[in-house]
C-alpha cells in the first residue's frame, strides 16, 4: 500500500494568513493526488484534483502543487470559513489511501 | 450533476452484517467512466477507503477489510451496495459513498452525505 504522510498534523493561524500543508507519497504517483476539506458534521469536499487542477467552484486562493512524491496545498488569505480538516487522497493505485488529516485552527 | 444518497440500518448488532446502499440521481450508472466507492470515518478519526467498483461488476478492496466486504451493483436501480460481515465496535463510522476517483473530468466531485452506523448490541 502507499501510505500518505501528512504534516503538519495540526496548523493553527490567523484570518488573512497564507498556510501550506505538506503531503508525502512513500512511492511514486505521478500527479494523481487529491485535496479534501472536511467541516464537522459534513461529507469530505474535493479541493483539487490531479494534484493542481482546480474542481469546479474552488476559489482560486486554493492552490496544489507537487509530482511523484512530494506536494503541498496552499491557502492564501484564511477566512473563517477555511479553518476544517485538510487531507490528502492518492488514487495512483489501489487501494486508494488517505493522509491522516491536518486540522487548520484559528489562532 | 449527480448526487449520492447512502440508506441502511444505523444500528448493527456484533457479529452481523453490515448492509448499506448508495442510490445515485441525476444520471446513470451505467454510462459513467468511473468507479463507484465506499469510504469511512469512525468518530473523531481519518477517512479510510474501503472499496470500489466498475458497473461491470469489476472490483477492488482495501486488504485489511478484502476478507469481510463485498460490494456490488444493481444497474436497474441505479445503485450500489456495500457489505462488511462479521462487525466490531471498530467498523462503527460514518460510511460514504462517491465516485472514483475524485473528480468526472469536468472539475466535479460527488459524495453522499454519510450515514453513521452504530455497531453496538
Known amino acids: 500500500d502507499i501510505q500518505m504522510t501528512q504534516s503538519p498534523s495540526s496548523l493553527s493561524a490567523s484570518v488573512g494568513d497564507r498556510v501550506t500543508i505538506t503531503c508525502r507519497a512513500s512511492q511514486g504517483i505521478s500527479n494523481y493526488l487529491a485535496w479534501f476539506q472536511q467541516k464537522p458534521g459534513k461529507a469530505p469536499k474535493s479541493l483539487i484534483y490531479a494534484a493542481s487542477s482546480l474542481q469546479s467552484g474552488v476559489p482560486s486562493k486554493f492552490s496544489g502543487s507537487g509530482s511523484g512524491t512530494d506536494f503541498t496545498l496552499t491557502i492564501s488569505s484564511l477566512q473563517p470559513e477555511d479553518f476544517a480538516t485538510y487531507y490528502c487522497?492518492?488514487?495512483?493505485?489501489?487501494?486508494?489511501?488517505f493522509g491522516q488529516g491536518t486540522k487548520l485552527e484559528i489562532k | 450533476q449527480l448526487q449520492l444518497q447512502e440508506s441502511g440500518p444505523g444500528l448493527v448488532k456484533p457479529s452481523e452484517t453490515l448492509s448499506l446502499t448508495c442510490t445515485v440521481s441525476?444520471?446513470?450508472?451505467?454510462?459513467?467512466?468511473?468507479?463507484w466507492g465506499w469510504i469511512r470515518q469512525p468518530p473523531g478519526k481519518g477517512l479510510e477507503w474501503i472499496g470500489s467498483?466498475?458497473?461491470?461488476?469489476?472490483?477492488y478492496y482495501n486488504p485489511s477489510l478484502k476478507s469481510r466486504v463485498t460490494i456490488s451493483v444493481d444497474t436497474s436501480k441505479n445503485q450500489f451496495s456495500l457489505k462488511l460481515s462479521s462487525v466490531t465496535a471498530a467498523d462503527t463510522a460514518v460510511y460514504y459513498c462517491?465516485?472514483?476517483?475524485?473528480?468526472?473530468?469536468?472539475?466535479?466531485?460527488?459524495w453522499g452525505q454519510g450515514t453513521l452506523v452504530t455497531v453496538s448490541s
Open positions: 467498483i466498475y458497473y461491470s461488476g469489476s472490483t
Open positions: 441525476g444520471g446513470s450508472i451505467s454510462s459513467s467512466s468511473y468507479y
Open positions: 487522497q492518492q488514487y495512483n493505485s489501489y487501494p486508494v489511501t
Open positions: 462517491a465516485i472514483e476517483p475524485p473528480t468526472d473530468g469536468s472539475g466535479n466531485d460527488y
